[in-house]
């Protein structure tokens, strides 16, 4: 059986995981000084950061989600992804774990469940141990 592996991090105490071939690093959000905010900048995006010469777009996902809490946590961390030469950020709770996960344990998001706008976001669910996690697709906010 082919195995994925994907990061595992929580928003408001939800379950959402990411391919993991993508991520260039895992930081916490306060170690970012200097977020720069950038005028008439889309309400989900928080500022750019420079990290090692590269400016990177850092996206609020509960903004994105249009989750109840939209804050940012003390503790909160930021997944770097690179693709093609370019890079985003993504704000979450907690980046706890990374799981290897059989196919047959993902399922394709059901077109009764999402909208079509939004489900160029979560592209499947993991059912494990009696949870299910979202699947983003990490190629739509790159």
Excluded: W
């Excluded at 770097?80 to 890079?87: L, N, R």
């Amino acid at each position: 059986m082919h195995n994925n592996q994907y990061v595992i991090f929580e928003l408001n105490g939800q379950q959402y995981g990411v391919e993991i071939g993508y991520i260039q690093e895992i930081t916490r959000f306060n170690d970012f000084e200097d977020v720069l905010v950038i005028p008439n900048k889309k309400e989900d995006i928080e500022g750019v950061i420079n990290i090692r010469g590269d400016i990177i777009p850092i996206l609020n996902l509960k903004k994105k989600f249009e989750l109840k809490d939209k804050e940012i946590h003390k503790n909160a961390q930021v997944i770097i992804f690179k693709k093609d030469e370019q890079f985003i950020g993504l704000i979450v709770d907690n980046a706890s774990q990374v799981l290897q996960i059989k196919k047959e344990h993902t399922e394709p998001l059901s077109d009764l469940v999402i909208s079509s706008s939004e489900k160029s976001h979560c592209k499947e669910i993991i059912k494990i141990n009696n949870k299910l996690i979202f699947i983003l697709d990490i190629a739509h906010f790159i």
